[in-house]
């Protein structure tokens, strides 16, 4: 549609003038202001598209950041034309000089040059903060340099856009602070360097939805002036069923900006507690999944990603023990620590208990992926004691010693990362599974492993002679 209708520049004479507005460069502008309502509704957190569609926010962000590359390059294409005609024609000084629609527009691109660029994913993860806090601010400019000119033929349509953006905040507004209103976080240190915040709440949840917390402490500096996204770790809980309210968990890992302030907290003041406000919940398992027609689950984590396995591990089992039926349940956990696959294993198991779950209806994989840390003993004073410990050498063979534990089937891989795409493979090949359930959480590259192998196994099932019947594959990128 941009290079296809031609001329591109209107053929003037002497005598016959069509304008001095080149084809392209008109063409390209309403195009590129055409994609601007999508932009806009694809970057928030409650819009109509999620309403409609049932299509999380956070899974319609690949399209968010596809407009908005398009947009700019429809930009630059509305934009260059007009200087290539004027330089042809020798007045590009004059009408810089002369014509304000010049100036609004160069002020206007440098912005969203500046919005495409920090958003490539490479630049964008290293200067995540810096690009959060100067977000916002880059993308009102464009915007106020077309509507702040009343003449402008855009304005009506800027305004539009704008509305839904607007409309978008309003509602996130209304539920966080008149439905949900303020609730009190509990900030506490983890001896395997995790930090815990548990917030009694009323609002409900699903296995794998995330919220957005917004800490009004003046101790978080600059970040209680924004909400980050956490995954909740636990499960909902009727209130009249165990008679207390319901509790949000996350686990979170201290790195930069908010969770190294939120580190430094639960060090200095150990359960210390903090008033937050939080909007949500959002994304999760779908409403129409329901967890008892599985009869196998692959959980796939790494790293804090497994505290989203918590809650999904427990709605498995209680969806199970409601219909009073068994599911094979198989869970793989990589980490670069001991303390982390100590705690992880001690989570597991207390789940196990309180579902009174036989040890060998699950088994568990734990992969330490850092040798370095296996010589060290977890911050708790307890060591990782593995049901079997399996450290491959250089020619592939291995030592295992094993211990008497209550998980049956755990297996700990010393030095490796768990093969991803062979564990997918084996649950479909087993003439046992018929419905089979895949969840995962951790690093990007973990996800598009799964994603990939997930897919090929999800083409497996339309051949023929396959017993499985359906390959549910659920990804959570907040960890």
């Not at 390059?73 to 009408?95: E, K, N, R, S, W």
């Not at 040059?113 to 959060?132: C, D, G, Q, V």
């Not at 869970?331 to 040890?359: M, P």
Request: net charge neutral.
């Amino acid at each position: 549609m941009t290079l296809g209708p031609r001329p591109y520049y209107w053929p003037n004479t002497e005598t016959v003038s069509y304008g001095g507005s080149p084809p392209i460069a008109t063409r390209s502008g309403w195009m590129a202001l055409a994609l601007l309502p999508f932009v806009l509704a694809l970057s928030a957190k409650a819009n109509l598209i999620s309403t409609l569609t049932g299509v999380p926010h956070e899974k319609l962000q690949v399209f968010h950041h596809w407009t908005s590359y398009a947009m700019f390059v429809l930009a630059l294409v509305h934009t260059f034309p007009f200087i290539v005609y004027h330089i042809d024609q020798g007045d590009m000084v004059d009408q810089w000089k002369t014509e304000v629609t010049y100036w609004t527009g160069v002020a206007a691109i440098i912005p969203q040059a500046y919005l495409t660029f920090m958003s490539f994913p490479a630049i964008r993860n290293r200067f995540y903060e810096f690009f959060k806090a100067t977000h916002f601010l880059a993308a009102l400019a464009p915007l106020t340099y077309h509507v702040m000119d009343p003449a402008h033929p855009t304005r009506d349509y800027f305004i539009s856009a704008g509305a839904i953006y607007i409309l978008s905040l309003w509602i996130s507004n209304i539920r966080t602070y008149f439905m949900h209103g303020r609730h009190t976080a509990t900030i506490e240190q983890l001896p395997c360097g995790l930090v815990r915040i548990r917030i009694p709440t009323i609002m409900t949840w699903r296995p794998g939805q995330h919220v957005f917390v917004r800490f009004l402490s003046i101790q978080q500096g600059i970040h209680c002036l924004s909400a980050h996204p956490f995954t909740i770790c636990s499960l909902y809980q009727d209130m009249e069923r165990t008679g207390k309210a319901p509790e949000i968990i996350f686990y979170v890992k201290p790195r930069r900006g908010l969770t190294a302030s939120l580190g430094n907290t639960a060090l200095e003041q150990p359960n210390s507690s903090e008033t937050v406000l939080l909007e949500g919940p959002y994304g999760g398992i779908s409403e129409s999944v329901d967890f008892a027609q599985f009869d196998t689950y692959v959980l796939i984590t790494g790293g804090t990603g497994g505290g989203f396995s918590l809650a999904i591990l427990e709605e498995a089992l209680r969806a199970h023990r409601q219909q009073q039926s068994t599911a094979t349940i198989q869970v793989h956990f990589a980490t670069r620590t001991a303390a982390l696959a100590d705690w992880y294993r001690e989570e597991i198991k207390a789940k196990l208990a309180a579902y009174n779950v036989q040890s060998d209806e699950i088994s568990l994989s734990i992969h330490v992926t850092s040798k370095d840390s296996l010589l060290s003993t977890p911050a708790s004073g307890s060591p990782l004691i593995p049901d079997s410990v399996e450290k491959r050498g250089p020619g592939g063979s291995s030592d295992s010693v094993s211990s008497q534990i209550d998980i049956a089937d755990t297996v700990v891989q010393l030095g490796n990362r768990p093969d991803i795409s062979g564990i997918i493979a084996a649950s479909t090949a087993s003439h046992t599974s018929r419905r089979i359930a895949i969840f995962t959480c951790g690093p990007g590259s973990m996800i598009r492993d799964v994603r990939n192998a997930a897919a090929h196994a999800q083409g497996q099932v339309l051949k023929k002679g396959s017993t499985v019947e359906e390959v549910y594959l659920h990804t959570e990128p907040f960890s």
